[in-house]
């Protein structure tokens, strides 16, 4: 055999592999790659640490990577706001720091009363708790 041909022969198997992983993943069979953000997500979401409205979940995770690529600094544990009607983000640290006390890193909504629940994230994003 040349070259041409083996090329050939590894061309058609290539494709052959695409074609049959792409039919997979249109009908179910198998899962396409995730990010780690988005393994993340899904884990986080079955996560028995969390408790209440997944659309809230999923826009706190949202929010959470905006904020990061924004630049927003992480460590000291601050409010990120609202994330659905009655649901705040919160960063703090795991085990808690005393800069998750202060007051400025604190969402004021849920401690006034004007939401009733939060989704509190460690600085890398990781779910604490939520109530």
């Known amino acids: 055999m040349n070259k041409k041909t083996i090329f050939s022969i ?11 992983f792409a039919f997979l993943v249109s009908h179910n069979k ?29 826009n706190a995770l949202n929010l959470y990577i905006q904020k990061k690529q924004e630049g927003v600094d992480m460590s000291t544990g601050p409010c990120l ?14 085990p808690r720091q005393a800069v998750d006390d202060s007051a400025e890193n604190q969402c004021q909504d ?16 990781e779910l604490i708790r939520s109530q």
């Open 10 to 20: 590894i061309v058609a198997v290539s494709l052959t592999a695409l074609l049959i």
């Open 30 to 58: 198998v899962s396409a790659p995730t990010t780690q953000q988005e393994s993340t997500r899904q884990a986080q979401t079955n996560s028995p640490n969390f408790k209440g409205n997944e659309d809230a979940f999923k």
């Open 110 to 125: 849920f401690k006034n009363g004007n939401v009733k629940h939060f989704i509190e994230f460690d600085p890398n994003g």
């Open 81 to 94: 706001g609202r994330v659905a009607d009655d649901w705040v983000l919160d960063i703090a640290h795991n």
